[in-house]
């Protein structure tokens, strides 16, 4: 018992014949692949099909495990109402999942559900599913739990899907994972969000690594790589990667199109025997404690300070004093200062000040460096576990000064503030993904809570960046 096969399958609605109403036709290869993987998931019979969705419930901070017995779905709002779904829902497997990864500290289980609808990246491989086993005169008798992704690092979905095939094995269920997703929507000009030069390249090394169920790769697509690739189902794959953990597998690639502009791709995964090189996500945290690491040894007195601050912090809840070894620079000059956090390549928290409130820099990097790490309102505090992985920099700001307009501005160079009234939003300069002095004006309003339509006044400073 435990998890039979794992498939990778996109779900683009104009695949169901009643929603294309034949501009399927575009995509039969596509289909073909659908069909052939779905005939594998009939003659399996599995108790349960355990189908991750980008288009499930998604919070930054926690993933979302659909609770009740059941949901109903359709495909109304793409004008398909006839095409409709009632699904079971594999309580205990689910229930089990949840407590399996608060024990972890994972952030999964049913609260939060806004929309109880099955989602159409769950309804279109049911679709196929179950059109499989009408095709096989074969009952449909399986339940399914449905899991939405999150925010999180890649390594948390990863781990998840560890607490996934844990929890399958305990139950006793014969199991079939579906990692629902689509690939880059940035591989055409006359596609739904344009191109991008990301997108196809993230086609092709997501078909390659999937291909060869090289998961441990799954790792090294950068998040801003894969935002400009614009792409769906990354963090689905992970989750079922992860679902994998520690076992052989034998992958096939079936298909891979993009003449939509969207890429879609299907792969099958058959676990075989217990291996022991394929435990990818210890072999990535190892990794990253080793660069970390070496980092730290680098790191000049400011983010060593900040380090210091954050650690002390979280680990016993009080705040160091200024050391003795911090420069004359740090203890007497006065400026505004930022802290960032990064684990795994993500933001973890950032909090600054534009201008100086304490009495010297190290005061300003202590109190700073406790806020970034536990007053962020978009995270949650960070937790001791998190700290061999933290990458820590620390930003001190020139003196902002006024500017007539956009025009003054460069996105690598310029900090922006943008403040309308009161209200006023903060971008630093030389942040990956931001990439237009209009991407930064704008992300900047959005931080302030000031509209786009709103009349604004625009101030730049720089910054000594220190890592």
Not at 159 to 170: C, F, N, P, S, T
Not at 258 to 271: A, E, K, R
Not at 335 to 350: D, K, N, P
Not at 414 to 429: A, E, K, M, N, Q
Request: glycine fraction near 8%.
């Amino acid at each position: 018992m435990g998890i039979e096969a794992s498939y990778m399958v996109p779900h683009p609605p104009m695949i169901v014949p009643e929603v294309g109403r034949g501009s399927e036709k575009q995509i039969e290869e596509t289909t073909r692949a659908y069909r052939r993987a779905a005939d594998e998931i009939a003659g399996i019979r599995p108790d349960t099909l355990i189908i991750s969705s980008p288009h499930s419930i998604m919070y930054a901070d926690y993933f979302h495990i659909s609770p009740g017995r059941g949901a109903k779905g359709s495909f109304a709002s793409f004008g398909a109402r006839s095409v409709s779904f009632k699904e079971t829902y594999d309580t205990e497997l689910a229930g089990l999942v949840g407590r399996l990864a608060k024990e972890r500290n994972i952030p999964a289980g049913p609260l939060g559900e806004r929309d109880a609808s099955l989602d159409h990246g769950t309804m279109v491989p049911l679709y196929f599913v179950e059109e499989a086993y009408r095709r096989a005169g074969a009952e449909k008798n399986y339940q399914i739990v449905r899991i939405g992704l999150s925010g999180l690092p890649l390594s948390k979905h990863y781990e998840l899907g560890m607490v996934i095939q844990q929890a399958v094995r305990q139950t006793g269920r014969r199991a079939v994972y579906i990692a629902s997703g689509d690939l880059s929507h940035k591989l055409q000009t006359y596609g739904p969000y344009g191109f991008a030069p990301e997108g196809p390249q993230y086609d092709e090394r997501i078909m390659d690594v999937c291909g060869r169920a090289a998961f441990d790769e799954l790792f090294s697509f950068d998040e801003t790589f894969c935002d400009k690739a614009a792409e769906c189902g990354h963090r689905s794959f992970v989750m079922m990667a992860g679902a994998l953990d520690g076992l052989a597998v034998r992958a096939e690639k079936l298909s891979h199109q993009d003449v939509t502009g969207v890429g879609y791709g299907i792969c099958t995964f058959h676990p075989g025997e217990p291996d022991e090189n394929r435990h990818f996500l210890a072999r990535y945290l190892r990794r990253q404690e080793e660069e970390m690491a070496q980092k730290r040894q680098r790191e000049d007195p400011l983010v060593r300070l900040a380090r210091l601050t954050v650690e002390s912090y979280v680990r016993t809840g009080s705040v160091p004093k200024v050391p003795d070894w911090a420069t004359d620079e740090m203890k007497t000059e006065r400026a505004g200062v930022f802290v960032s956090i990064h684990e795994h390549g993500r933001l973890r928290g950032c909090i600054g000040t534009i201008l100086p409130v304490r009495s010297c820099i190290a005061e300003e990097i202590l109190h700073n460096a406790v806020s970034a790490a536990s007053e962020d309102p978009r995270f949650d505090p960070i937790q001791p576990e998190e700290l061999p992985y933290l990458e820590i920099s620390v930003d001190v700001l020139t003196k902002p000064e006024r500017i007539s307009g956009p025009q003054e501005l460069d996105v690598k160079r310029y900090g922006v503030i943008v403040s309308c009234g009161r209200r006023r939003g903060l971008l630093l300069p030389d942040l990956d993904g931001v990439d237009t002095v209009e991407e930064q004006i704008s992300i900047a309003r959005s931080k302030g809570g000031i509209s786009e339509r709103e009349p604004v006044v625009l101030e730049r400073f720089e910054v000594i960046r220190h890592h």
